[in-house]
């Protein structure tokens, strides 16, 4: 099988509150995306890497994307969710896909994203039935609460993960998944939902979502001290 790569990047980063979708917003010189784009585009396994732009999307067109070649493909297809936009990039490259291609789905606003991060996933679940997902092991102590914020139980959380992404499906079997699906937030939901089990895959925190914008200030320092 091949491997297709799907990076929705159809958001606003309302949580951000910067000027512009945080995808765009600098990083080291170059837009915040252009990173984990780069590491997928130079990934050799990787086939086409397709970006899920919205359909208004007047910035994309700003900047330069040359440097990553050919693989790279925009798409203005992007919906109102995350799980839309990726359900609009899987039906758009329908005619390109197999049933039993891999899709490797990858947040753009990750832009930590290292190659390790993607040799280790794509080879562990290269024979698995279902496909799984980056996560980490919970590390504070997790507390329920009630509407009052009165602690009802503290939550074991030593099986507990945090998801990330990439997450890596078979193109047919996540299509189905997300066509069925209802508020999920990641693939692995809709997998689950259709009564499938993802495997988890250790990743590690410097793969982290840039929300709001403390994160981009651990995302330059993450990239800057890298391989040093
Ligand atoms: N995303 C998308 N389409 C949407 C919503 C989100 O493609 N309708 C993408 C975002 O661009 C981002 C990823 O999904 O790369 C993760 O979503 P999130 O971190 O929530 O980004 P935003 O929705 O842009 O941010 P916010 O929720 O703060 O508005
Ligand atoms: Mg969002």
Redesign the pocket.
């Known amino acids: 099988p091949r491997h297709f790569a799907i ?10 509150g910067a000027d512009k ?3 765009y917003l600098p990083l080291l010189g170059r837009p915040l ?1 252009h990173h984990a784009l780069a590491v997928l585009c130079a990934t050799p396994e990787i086939d086409k890497v397709f970006v ?3 359909v208004g999307d007047a910035e994309w067109a700003r900047h330069d994307w040359s440097a990553l070649g050919p693989k790279l493909v925009p798409l203005f297809c ?5 799980a ?3 359900l609009a990039g899987l039906r758009a490259i329908s005619g390109e896909a197999a049933q039993s291609d891999w899709v490797l789905v990858h ?4 832009p930590c994203l290292a190659s390790w991060h993607i040799d280790k996933l794509i080879r562990e679940l290269a024979h698995d039935e279902v496909g799984g997902l980056l996560a980490v092991p919970v590390a504070d102590t997790l507390k329920q609460a009630d509407a009052q914020r009165h602690v009802q139980r503290t939550v074991p959380r030593d099986s507990l993960w945090q998801a990330q992404t990439p997450q890596m499906f078979r193109y047919v079997m996540l299509r189905r998944a997300l066509e069925s699906a209802h508020d999920v937030t990641d693939e692995a939901s809709a997998v689950e939902a259709a009564g499938l089990r993802p495997r988890l895959i250790e990743g590690d925190t410097t793969n982290l ?3 709001y914008p403390l994160d981009l200030h651990l995302a330059e320092w993450i990239l800057q001290n890298r391989d040093k």
């Open positions: 990076v929705p990047a159809a958001g606003s980063g309302s949580r951000m979708p945080k995808q995306i899920v732009l919205s992007g919906g109102a969710t995350r839309d936009s990726v947040d753009a606003a990750r979502k840039v929300t």
